[in-house]
């Protein structure tokens, strides 16, 4: 399976362009396009040297809870020593172009296109790109939620080349998707996943549950039902759903659908305040 990944992000429109676009914010969800995605929304962070970031969730009252979402470009001989000085939080990595070198303790591992690492919380781990061009990748982070008699995960690299899509039921494989953590492995308390419509699948039902999601495009187009709305995403938007935001989703084609998939997993739900 040939497998693409948007990376375009940057630069300006030119003054002559339409301002009307595809973004949207609700209470329930929100839908953040490619065409946002420029050079004057980019950040940078401590530690980080010849690196930008695009940030797309961060815990937010009415937004994401749970989790951070980044987008990272890494120019040559750019990288860190510290990539992360909270020692609570858990990390994915996905990388869409380039390549990097990820130390983690003392393995070097080389993160080429669709390479992906899991990071446990408190793990020791840097990355540096010794290449001519810049890397880029996705970097999900959220806080671990130990729990008593359950060991934590360790870290892992591995290539979604390697990883074989599974069907759901009743689809001829038409709606599919590649997991890198077993569903059933109460040690992790998210999950990274891609998920592929072929051209023609859906979510034949609205999905109403509890995780939070974060869906980023990476191949194709689709229609996709959020809460009471139909929305037209393509590679490279990304999209934030609340806990029971309604979703269904319709991949007219002509190519495939594809996304990278956050959800929080296998714990209790938080208390408060009562």
């Known amino acids: 399976m040939d497998r693409t990944y948007y990376s375009a992000m940057g630069g300006h429109p030119p003054q002559t362009d339409m301002l009307t676009g595809r973004a949207v914010f609700t209470e ?9 995605m420029r050079d004057i929304v980019t950040s940078c962070l401590p530690h980080w040297a010849k690196t930008r970031l695009w940030i797309i969730a961060r815990p937010l009252s009415g937004f994401a ?17 510290r990539p992360d000085t909270d020692a609570r939080a858990q990390s994915v990595l ?15 591992h080389v993160l080429k296109k669709g390479g992906y690492a899991y990071l446990p919380a408190g793990a020791t781990w840097r990355i540096t790109n010794g290449s001519k061009g810049a890397a880029k990748f996705h970097w999900i982070r959220k806080a671990y939620e130990a729990v008593d008699g359950i060991e934590a995960p360790e870290a892992f690299v591995a290539n979604e080349a390697d990883v074989p899509l599974r069907a759901m039921a009743g689809t001829d494989g038409k709606w599919a998707t590649q997991r890198f953590v077993e569903p059933d492995d109460l040690r992790h308390d998210m999950h ?9 699948a859906i979510i034949p039902f609205l ?11 990476l191949e194709g187009k689709a229609v996709y039902k959020l809460n009471r709305d139909w929305v037209e995403v393509e590679a490279g938007d990304y999209m934030w759903l609340r806990a029971f ?13 594809r996304y990278l998939l956050y959800k929080d997993v296998n714990r209790h739900p938080k208390l408060g305040g009562f």
């Open 28 to 36: 329930a969800y929100a839908v953040i396009p490619r065409g946002v």
């Open 65 to 81: 809870e749970t989790f951070t979402h980044y987008i990272m470009e890494v120019s040559p001989g750019g990288g860190s020593d």
């Open 94 to 108: 996905f990388m869409v172009e380039g390549q990097a070198t990820l130390t983690i303790g003392n393995a070097k």
């Open 192 to 200: 990274v996943n891609i998920v592929t419509f072929e051209p023609g």
């Open 207 to 217: 999905e109403t549950h509890v995780m939070e999601h974060g869906l980023y495009v």
């Open 245 to 257: 935001c309604p979703q269904a989703c319709y991949a007219g084609g002509p190519g495939r659908f």
